[in-house]
């Protein structure tokens, strides 16, 4: 793949990844419990990626994750991403899951059948745990039944699932998240 570049970027959550070629955005990748574990996830995704400064277009992407990280909103509708190579049905997947507004989930029958394909479920799934596009591409929203916040989204996991749905207000009803427990018992600067 000639003419791909990344660049790996702080947020709240760590030093995250993105890659790009001509056609957008090839991958976002979250962070990892270290940059170097970050950088090797990403390229595996894109192999022949070289590390460059990012042009304003990817840019603007960038401090838009950062953003979404620190529970500020991001519009990513304008954002352009690299489908080529990708299966057309995660494609409609992933055209869905843009869809979905901040702070409301749908489930993946729900997904299923706004893709056109209602009894493709496991795909629907499998579209999910293969989302290059983390956070843009908000594959957290997508719930395997409605009120289960269990279960894999890419890159992230169940715990990055629940935190970005907490910072987004789709939790609000149902009690502090793990990463609101865990900011209340962190030590305070006073507290040092």
């Given at each position: 793949?000639?003419?791909?570049?990344?660049?790996?970027?702080?947020?709240?959550?760590?030093?995250?990844?993105?890659?790009?070629?001509?056609?957008?955005?090839?991958?976002?990748?979250?962070?990892?419990?270290?940059?170097?574990?970050t950088?090797?996830?990403?390229?595996?995704?894109?192999?022949d990626?070289?590390?460059?400064?990012?042009?304003?277009?990817?840019?603007?992407?960038?401090?838009?994750?950062?953003?979404?990280?620190?529970?500020?909103?991001?519009?990513?509708?304008?954002?352009?991403?690299?489908?080529?190579?990708l299966?057309?049905?995660?494609?409609?997947?992933?055209?869905?899951?843009?869809?979905?507004?901040?702070?409301?989930?749908?489930?993946?029958?729900?997904?299923?059948?706004?893709?056109?394909?209602?009894?493709?479920?496991?795909?629907?799934?499998?579209?999910?745990?293969?989302?290059?596009?983390?956070?843009?591409?908000?594959?957290?929203?997508?719930?395997?039944?409605?009120?289960?916040?269990?279960?894999t989204?890419?890159?992230g996991?169940?715990?990055?699932?629940?935190?970005?749905?907490?910072?987004?207000?789709?939790?609000a009803?149902?009690?502090?998240?793990?990463?609101?427990?865990?900011?209340s018992?962190?030590?305070?600067?006073?507290?040092?």
């Open positions: 793949m000639a003419g791909v570049a990344y660049t790996i970027f702080d947020t709240m959550m760590g030093r995250c990844g993105i890659a790009w070629g001509l056609g957008g955005i090839l991958a976002v990748q979250l962070a990892e419990s270290r940059e170097i574990d950088r090797r996830r990403l390229l595996q995704q894109c192999p990626a070289r590390e460059t400064r990012p042009p304003v277009g990817i840019e603007l992407a960038i401090e838009g994750i950062s953003s979404i990280l620190r529970s500020a909103h991001w519009d990513f509708s304008d954002v352009r991403l690299d489908l080529d190579g299966p057309a049905f995660d494609c409609r997947v992933y055209e869905v899951l843009r869809e979905i507004p901040r702070g409301d989930t749908a489930t993946h029958a729900e997904i299923a059948k706004r893709a056109g394909s209602p009894g493709a479920l496991h795909a629907v799934g499998h579209a999910i745990r293969s989302n290059p596009f983390a956070v843009i591409v908000p594959c957290h929203r997508a719930l395997p039944v409605a009120g289960d916040t269990s279960g989204c890419a890159n996991g169940a715990l990055t699932r629940r935190r970005l749905l907490a910072v987004e207000g789709a939790l009803t149902s009690g502090p998240s793990l990463f609101d427990v865990l900011l018992a962190a030590p305070r600067q006073a507290d040092r």
